[in-house]
């Protein structure tokens, strides 16, 4: 009979000072902060590399695809960062962003006659860069907060991750 009560009590959960279970959250949401400021130069340097070598596709053809996608991974990894940490994430992430976009481009210097995109996308994604997390910065907290998980949710998708496909009911390939 004990050993059934045992059975059935829950685990103590590892909650926060907010009364947030840690263990639901994203990896690098559970990280200590010293890492989780790592992870915020890091993604902002990749948002500065991956961005600048984008931000130019299309623009030759005046259909600057490129710099949307440069926009759209910047965005995303901004809420990441702001999110993860706050406003010292958001503004760790904007010193690597820029940092690595403005040491890229300052080499590159005024060309030929070109059409429009293709000779302003490099000063779109240099002032993009870094009026996007400015503008964040503006932004309510509340949007920059994780959506709460509950027990159900991790144990239902830990049990889908580990199950192994049922043998029995396979259906042979003709």
């Known amino acids: 009979m004990t050993q059934r009560t045992q059975e059935t009590q829950p685990e103590p959960q590892s909650q926060s000072q907010d009364g947030i279970d840690r ?46 996608i440069a926009y759209a991974l910047a965005i995303i990894s901004t809420w990441s960062a702001r999110s993860r940490d706050g406003v010292s994430g958001l503004a760790l992430h904007l010193i ?14 005024e060309t030929a006659t070109l059409p429009y995109f293709s000779n302003n996308a490099g000063y779109f994604w240099l002032y993009g860069v870094v009026l996007i997390p400015l503008i964040m910065l503006a932004l309510p907290k509340s949007w920059f907060t994780m959506p709460t998980r509950t027990e159900d949710d991790s144990t239902e998708y830990d049990q889908n991750e580990s199950s192994e496909p049922d043998h029995d009911t396979a259906q042979p390939v003709d």
């Open 96 to 109: 690597s962003s820029s940092l690595v976009v403005w040491t890229v481009m300052a080499g590159y210097g």
């Open 23 to 68: 263990r639901l959250l994203p990896w690098s949401h559970r990280l200590p902060v010293w890492a989780r400021f790592l992870v915020d130069l890091l993604a902002g340097a990749v948002v500065g590399v991956i961005g600048t070598m984008a931000h130019r596709m299309g623009a030759s053809a005046n259909i600057p695809y490129g710099l949307v």
